[in-house]
């Protein structure tokens, strides 16, 4: 579409004529007729929403003309706009909401004007005028409600009608609990405590590097993907394209990804039938995750409109946007100090996940003296008086502690280096020559949760396979863990009967931890 050629009133009723996606969506931000300045181009509008409210589910150029013609309506004038309608390319999703604030706000500036025309006659002839100053102002209050009503984003929905409407849910809803937001299953535990990702919600992951943040980010994303075939955004300003999808290939297949990338795995016996085995997992979401190498353009506008664009092309009012990581997402007019730069893109992306009503999910990097509470202990006694030391949390993270202010849940990832060092001398007592996974037992804490569950777990463990790029949720961890007399081998080999009764310890992936060995 070239903007010099079309106005914004043509350009947005070509979008909402050629596309019932885009006429409801403009409809549901405020779109209305009375909102243009062209008369035929007031006739089109008023045909569509008639249309529209009959329920026709497809409308083209024909449609439209007779239904005008219907009407009584097909001036020279409308026929030459409809003709209009057919010459140029439509706008997307984005550029339309762009079009259709500009208008709403033209309207609103050339009602107050008028408004403010009619307060200035009033008070210079108030005299001769018969209509009283309170019925005057009275009146006048009413149009600057009406025009600040008209600007509001989403249609004001009463709170009664609300009500009614979660009732008659509850009435219909099955017997098993349903979850709030987008499921992240086969992550059971974390979705209990969660209630998935919820729309609106902003979250926030953090810790120290090499913890595995960004494979937990990746794990999530595509187990959305999968749970729901909606389009998942993950943006990276950290990794390439390739080197994310060789991470997720090998989640699915059991390969290391750095193998994926510069080995000649037909040495490895059985390696066609997992990669098989892993392209057929990834599958299930490959065609709705969406991986993106931020750059210094990627500001939160762009990535507002990339998810804009891609509810329109999938159909859906709903996404999920991924971002690792949040200190490394540029802004357009960046602030010179650190601290207020951080605020600022926080701020900006808790605004985004209102907007677009979905989950929005960023990874943190911390400081160094969150990294130092997350190093391996050191001295004699070094694990067994673990558990008392304290962890990083959302105060330190790079660049400001506010983080945890915007956020509605707080996730705050650690290992856990007690059960890490129990589970390798496991290891090393279970597998033959030496040769064994590699497993840290990372522990997720959930240090703010935002209309939480009943009785929702604060921490949660999990195995980290470090060759593999892959998490395996283990259960909740528990208060007694913290007590110095906790006997965490015993603990340790419930973890190990777990992960080798769910084949998580299976041939393919102890041969894995040989050729990485």
Known sequence: MNPEKIDLELAILIAISSDRYLLNKAVDEGFRPELLRSSPGRIVATTLLLLRDQGVATIDALLLKAQIEERGMATPQVSEYLEKLTRFRPPQLDQMMSYLELLKDRSSREWLAELGSKIQAYASQRETSDKPIVEFTAEALQELLEIQKQRVRKRLTPVGELAKRIAREAEERPKNKILLGRSVAPFGRLNEVLSGLRPGFYYGLAGAPRRGKTNLALQLASAVATNHQIPVLFYSWEQTQRVLSARLIGKESGFNPTSLLTDDLSKLPGSAERMAKGLTEMHHYDRFLFLVEGNRHDTIERIRASAYNLMHEFRVDSTAIFLDYL????????????????????TGLADLSLELACPVFAISSIDKEGCRLDDEPTGEGRYDELQVRPRPTMHNCTGGGDIEYDLDVALILSKDWHATKE??????????????????????????????????????????????????????????????????????????SFLSQNAHLSGQHSSIARLNG
């Not at 604060?458 to 259960?475: S, W």
């Open 327 to 346: 200190q490394k997402i540029p802004l357009i007019n960046p602030p010179n100090e650190a601290r207020a730069r951080i605020d600022e893109i926080s």
């Open 423 to 496: 589970l390798e001398e496991l290891l090393k007592s279970k597998y033959s020559g030496g040769k064994y996974p590699k497993i840290d037992i990372m522990v997720l804490h959930i240090d703010k949760n935002r209309d939480a569950p009943q009785e929702a777990g604060g921490a949660i463990q999990y195995a980290f396979f470090v060759h593999e790029n892959r998490f395996v949720e283990l259960d909740y961890k528990t208060e007694d863990q913290d007590r110095p007399d906790f006997h965490q081998f015993a603990k340790v080999q419930e973890i190990f």
